[in-house]
């Protein structure tokens, strides 16, 4: 073999771990972390797993507030491996599947610009669900909200939050046409779509629903199998 510049470039295939679809401690939705030491059990979980994952997407129900708390970690010398790191917000779709869930879709955003967070709240307020004669946008507070008009009874934020992000239903036409009208989106975010019976759409059958699941997995650019 010669001793080329670009020897290194003709090595053939690389394949590297990416997990685009992971959860972390305090997940709004059945989170599975417990104890007083979750957070430095997963973040150790993630550091020694094998193959080494080079790309994590930190994913949590309409909300970046765990994928802060990663990338605060990985300003403290944690995650050293891990390349990329990028928040992948999960939002269920007001589309039904066969099994009594709900078609769940995925905003995977690019951590490029330093502003993306704030612009990526900006794309989600506006969103918005209507229920008892008003009107919630994908908002901490707003899901807050409607967490506590749907349960009188719950007074901790944090269940009203829980409670709130299981009765927001995105649409699907409002999030098309969000997306399509927002250049910074466009540009920043990949939409991925779940692919399973249970909460994606193989779980549309219905012949009703034929042309919308096509519509749906045609507007995504990923699909979760």
Not at 130 to 141: L, R
Not at 168 to 186: G, I
């Amino acid at each position: 073999m010669h001793d080329r510049p670009d020897q290194e470039f003709n090595s053939g295939s690389r394949w590297h771990r990416w997990e685009p679809h992971v959860h972390a401690p305090g997940t709004i939705l059945n989170d599975q972390f417990k104890g007083l030491d979750s957070w430095e059990s997963y973040l150790t979980a993630l550091e020694t797993a094998q193959p080494a994952i080079r790309a994590i997407g930190i994913t949590d129900y309409y909300s970046t507030e765990t994928y802060a708390h990663v990338c605060e970690a990985k300003r403290e010398d944690r995650l050293q491996g891990c390349d990329l790191i990028f928040p992948n917000v999960e939002m269920r779709l007001g589309i039904g599947t066969i099994k009594g869930k709900w078609v769940n879709i995925h905003l995977l955003v690019s951590p490029e610009d330093q502003d993306h967070l704030a612009e990526l709240e900006r794309i989600l307020a506006r969103l918005t669900f209507d229920a008892y004669d008003d009107s919630f946008c994908c908002s901490k507070g707003d899901l807050i909200r409607l967490g506590q008009r749907s349960d009188p009874s719950l007074a901790d934020p944090i269940a009203a939050l829980e409670r709130g992000s299981e009765q927001f239903k995105v649409s699907f036409d409002q999030l098309k046409r969000v997306y399509n009208e927002s250049p910074w989106a466009q540009k920043n975010i990949l939409i991925a779509v779940a692919g399973s019976e249970t909460d994606g759409t193989s779980g549309v059958r219905n012949a009703a629903d034929a042309t919308l699941r096509q519509e749906v997995e045609k507007f995504a650019h990923v699909i979760f199998a």
